[in-house]
């Protein structure tokens, strides 16, 4: 199946392929989602079962797909045909489909925040200035041949870093895009604390309370833990098909899941602080990014840097998780015999059709079975093959690979992971029927 494997391409570096792996990890889920759940359940109660869920269930599973990638040295698919054949490659087809229902609604939203992030400059602070946030929304999403194009320029930067390869593309557009992104978040949480009456938003975001930490809020926290570190569709799979053989997986795992877990608590310090001092009411998801905030920074002075800052952001967030989705896919086809260009290419104008009833979402595109197509496609992705491969990747290390898996964690015998026993005990029972749990209690469409 793969061409050549002495070819196959690596990082340049292990920095490199953190920051890649934390671009993919850091995304539209991190900055619109997180602050937004933990406000509702019981904040600083939350982030505490949250961060518990990510450094043992999260944790344990990246290193999962991490060790089955670099073991195969291919793609989601061929890795599990080639470490052991079977049903297995079936997983890898989840997480091949799965890339493929989420990169087509996440690049219709980043396209919104390339419109938003130009709006910024031209008109947008003056209406929404005006009280008119909302109506300017929805204006725009009902324009399907703006959203559309928008859309359409979102994935052609996609397919542009992912046709320049895996240390041209992904890792040198990641190494620029994560620093500057962290660098801006940082500016944001200094404006947004300091302005008068900050205080309150900051109540709201992290007051522990426990009352509110209900087995929907453990379940919601499982779920985001695992779409926030893009888990269960052999993302983590794939990049780990590119790390040499001396690199330690555990601690560059690591190092992946504090990054995603501070970008995400940091980002409702951006957001809850400067919603409150302006006395705005805090919408979700959508509403609370491109309603909410643009209403908060018209009243600042100096508003469209403010926004611009944002929703730049943003679109960094959004297009080193992009990337990593369409390699998911295309990693397949090039281990096939596909060139890279020809797989980039091909993939990312699919994934862009299927994107486009979801970008006509909003302007009333059919429904299926009731909900919008961009909620649907996002459900099923998320809440249906991104937990389920998650629990085959544990059980198979846990169960199936476990010998094969204990000798690529530790290099080979060369590394010390001193977590060994922890780690398969999680893959083997705890990882497996907690995802379990979150699959089932999520499965109301
Ligand atoms: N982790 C990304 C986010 O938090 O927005 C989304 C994502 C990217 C999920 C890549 C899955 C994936 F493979």
Redesign the pocket.
């Known amino acids: 199946m793969a061409q050549d494997v002495q070819q196959r391409e690596q990082w340049g570096s292990k920095l490199g392929f953190i920051l890649a792996a934390a671009g993919?990890?850091?995304?539209?889920?991190?900055?619109w989602?997180?602050p937004y759940l933990t406000g509702q359940h019981g904040g600083a109660a939350f982030v505490c079962v949250y961060v518990a869920i990510v450094f043992l269930i999260g944790f344990s599973v990246m290193v999962a797909e991490m060790a089955i990638g670099r073991k195969a040295q291919l793609n989601a698919v061929g890795a599990f045909q080639k470490v052991k054949g079977g049903a297995w490659p079936l997983v890898g087809w989840m997480?091949v489909l799965?890339?493929f229902l989420?990169l087509s609604y996440?690049s219709v939203i980043g396209g919104w925040t390339i419109k938003y992030f130009f709006w910024s400059f031209t008109g947008l602070m003056g209406q929404a200035g005006a009280g008119k946030a909302g109506d300017v929304f929805g204006g725009f999403v009902t324009n399907t041949p703006e959203v559309i194009a928008y859309h359409a320029v979102f994935m052609a930067m996609t397919i542009w870093i992912v046709y320049k390869g895996v240390g041209e593309g992904i890792e040198k557009y990641c190494k620029i895009m994560m620093p500057a992104l962290f660098v801006i978040l940082i500016i944001l949480i200094i404006r947004s604390v300091t302005l008068e009456g900050a205080g309150k938003g900051i109540e709201f975001y992290v007051k522990p309370d426990f009352s509110k930490l209900t087995g929907k809020a453990v379940g919601a926290a499982l779920g985001q833990a695992f779409?926030?570190?893009?888990?269960?569709?052999?993302?983590?799979l794939t990049y780990g098909s590119y790390v040499d053989k001396r690199t330690p997986l555990p601690s560059s795992a690591i190092q992946v899941c504090v990054i995603?877990t501070s970008v995400?608590i940091l980002a409702g310090f951006a957001i809850f602080p400067a919603v409150f001092a302006f006395g705005v009411e805090a919408g979700a998801g959508p509403g609370l990014t491109f309603v909410t905030l643009p209403s908060v920074f018209a009243k600042m002075p100096g508003s469209s840097i403010w926004s611009a800052l944002f929703f730049l952001l943003l679109f960094f967030?959004?297009i080193t998780?992009?990337i990593?989705?369409l390699e998911?896919v295309s990693a397949y086809f090039i281990d096939s015999g596909w060139t890279r260009p020809r797989a980039a290419l091909v993939m990312g104008i699919l994934m862009f059709l299927l994107g486009i009833p979801s970008a006509m979402s909003l302007a009333g595109a059919p429904k299926i079975a009731g909900k919008d197509f961009l909620d649907a496609m996002d459900f099923i992705?998320?809440n249906v093959l991104?937990p389920l491969g998650g629990v085959f990747i544990a059980l198979f290390v846990g169960w199936v690979w476990t010998a094969e898996a204990r000798k690529e964690v530790s290099n080979e015998g060369t590394y010390t992971f001193g977590l060994m026993e922890v780690w398969i005990w999680i893959c083997k029972i705890l990882a497996p029927l907690a995802i379990l749990y979150i699959f089932i209690t999520g499965l109301k469409w």
Request: hydrophobic share 55%; with cysteine.
């Open positions: 993919s990890a850091v995304g539209l889920g991190n900055i989602r997180f997480g799965a890339g989420i996440y779409f926030s570190l893009s888990l269960g569709m052999g993302c983590m995603d995400a967030a959004a998780s992009a990593s989705l998911v992705a998320s991104l």
